[in-house]
């Protein structure tokens, strides 16, 4: 008996087809011919599949280095329709491009080699994963018919054991999809990009060399666009959750402040956080590491938080304030200056992507910061105090003293020159060390990030 299976949509049932209704009473059988399916259509592949579900999510552009074990792969990517294949000079460039790209866009993704190529793009894999930026890293592996050989393969250190490449992404990546057999690489595919943007964290998809090209029955229909179901608050825990902090902050009536961290981009909570100023007339203030994500010319934004390197005037109006909101803070060595801040967490209400920790006391958890910020705007008092101490003791910077033909170029000149560069269409990208120092006290134009 001759049966093909092929996609559902590929034949129209009847009295006497597999799954049709009975005939007149007559219950229909099987027939030993089905029309011809999708499922030997060369579309119907892997590598047609992963490319676009890419474009689909948007990371229409991929960032890659050829390597003998994904050159198949990379045929279907530079075929794709609205999918553009950027070669890179090495594998650290193509990934913090992908990196770059997921900050703007939302989403980025790289293609890179066999171990040579994954080991070299690990250390952009590990700064995205710190800093939940959504990187889908595809790695072309070797024949899934070697798996198990006990052979030694080129790109490998020289072992039978192909799995050096995975336990080191297994601690830089939400999610792992192993893809060496088609009855299951749809599936892996799928739950690896969706994990990727559900948790905004970086995965890891590796495709063996000799399946993108093979085509198979379940990548037999254009995928489903994506739908991925969003992530929600507890409804009783964010109710507790916003009554304790407008109890806290109401009482507080001297002094206000929000300071805002570099989670907000993850928790995509930028928007409820200006909301939030805008409604209570809070002085507003962000963390080194979160400069760009909130306008830099709102009303009440008083500048960079940063102890005792702080903007001028900054750090005296927040270790001040008799109560302040920190929206998805770090306070690692670097942003907290040595751990040198004044913050008393008394005084504090720590607010991060999936819970809230109030007065140093309760922690409500399965509270999304973004839910629990728009809740909060509608149950606090408008309170302008901080803004307006501020405001009391602000003196404007002063100009430097221009430079004289022969003398050296002084960093406060370099930096007077890299202000007027900016515009809204400018991106600072800043390495930790003096650069990202001086460009703290950059004014960004609106738009400018």
Not at 7 to 23: E, Q, S, V, W
Not at 93 to 111: K, Q
Not at 138 to 157: A, C, Q
Request: charged share 15%; proline share 5%.
């Amino acid at each position: 008996m001759d049966l093909t299976i092929g996609a559902i949509d590929a034949f129209k049932a009847n009295g006497t087809d597999a799954g049709g209704l009975p005939h007149k009473g007559v219950v229909s059988t099987i027939h030993d011919s089905m029309p011809s399916m999708v499922i030997n259509s060369p579309e119907s592949t892997l590598g047609r599949h992963l490319a676009r579900r890419l474009v689909q999510i948007g990371a229409t552009d991929v960032f890659s280095v050829p390597g003998d074990f994904n050159l198949t792969l990379l045929d279907y990517l530079i075929a794709e329709p609205g999918l553009n294949l950027i070669g890179c000079c090495n594998e650290l460039n193509a990934g913090y491009a992908a990196d770059g790209y997921a900050r703007s866009r939302g989403v980025g993704a790289c293609v890179v080699t066999f171990t040579v190529g994954g080991l070299s793009i690990l250390n952009a894999i590990a700064g995205a994963y710190s800093e939940d930026v959504p990187v889908i890293c595809i790695v072309g592996v070797p024949n899934s018919n070697d798996y198990g050989t006990n052979r030694i393969l080129h790109h490998t250190i020289g072992l039978p054991d192909f799995s050096q490449e995975l336990r080191c992404f297994q601690t830089v990546t939400c999610f792992q999809a192993l893809v060496n057999n088609l009855e299951d690489a749809h599936e892996l595919i799928d739950t690896a990009i969706s994990t990727a943007l559900k948790e905004s964290k970086p995965v890891y998809i590796s495709v063996s060399c000799n399946l993108p090209a093979i085509p198979h029955s379940t990548f037999s229909r254009d995928p489903v666009p994506f739908s991925p179901s969003p992530r929600l608050s507890n409804h009783l825990g964010l109710e507790a959750a916003v009554e304790a902090a407008a109890e806290f902050l109401n009482k507080a009536v001297v002094v206000h402040l929000l300071v805002g961290g570099p989670k907000l981009r993850a928790s995509k909570a930028c928007s409820a956080f200006v909301e939030l100023a805008n409604t209570s007339g809070y002085a507003l203030a962000v963390m080194p590491s979160a400069k760009g994500l909130v306008s830099e010319h709102h009303p009440h934004f008083i500048g960079t938080y940063w102890g005792m390197i702080s903007t001028a005037f900054c750090a005296e109006i927040v270790e001040s304030a008799d109560a302040y909101l920190f929206a998805g803070p770090i306070f690692d060595d670097i942003s907290s200056v040595a751990y040198s801040l004044l913050i008393n967490k008394k005084k504090a209400i720590i607010l991060q992507r999936d819970h809230v920790v109030i007065a140093n006391g309760p922690v409500f958890g399965c509270v999304l910061m973004k839910d629990f910020l728009r809740a909060l705007a509608k149950r606090i008092k408008f309170n302008t105090t901080a803004y307006e101490n501020y405001r009391r003791i602000y003196v404007p910077n002063g100009h430097p003293l221009k430079c004289q033909p022969t003398e050296a170029l002084r960093v406060n000149i370099l930096f007077q020159h890299i202000q007027k560069m900016l515009s809204s269409d400018t991106v600072v990208i800043v390495e930790t060390g003096n650069s990202w120092f001086n460009c703290q006290k950059l004014k960004l134009p609106e738009g400018c990030g």
